[in-house]
Nanobody, 117 residues
Framework: VQLQASGGGLVQAGGSLRLSCAASGRTVSINRMEWYRQAPGKQRELVATITLGGSTNYADSVKGRFAISRDNAKNTVYLQMNGLKPEDTAIYYC????????????WGQGTRVTVSS
């Protein structure tokens, strides 16, 4: 599965951004869709997940501020980010897993989010 993330940019603290990630290729294998981020000098971390049925989970650091959603017809996952903080600055990536939890996507280049204070 190939993944193309977009929607990043520069925003002031407190602002909002909406990220999108479109999947192509063997999309029938997709069950779970996920957003990750990697800040400079840090390991990549899981931000949010959404299952095929719409169940969601979030990292504690983004709960109440971020919302993940998906459009199965478009094979696209979204991340609405509100109340952005400088510590949210990172490159954001999406990935996919099949029903067994096995990763199915290629990481791609991600989309850069920069939050200024």
């Amino acid at each position: 599965v190939q993944l193309q993330a977009s929607g990043g940019g520069l925003v002031q603290a407190g602002g909002s951004l909406r990220l999108s990630c479109a999947a192509s290729g063997r999309t029938v294998s997709i069950n779970r869709m996920e957003w990750y981020r990697q800040a400079p000098g840090k390991q990549r971390e899981l931000v949010a997940t959404i299952t095929l049925g719409g169940s969601t989970n979030y990292a504690d650091s983004v709960k109440g501020r971020f919302a993940i959603s998906r459009d199965n017809a478009k094979n696209t996952v979204y991340l609405q980010m509100n109340g952005l903080k400088p510590e949210d600055t990172a490159i954001y990536y999406c990935n996919t897993r099949d029903r067994l939890g096995i990763p199915t996507g290629s990481w791609g280049q991600g989309t850069r989010v920069t939050v200024s204070s």
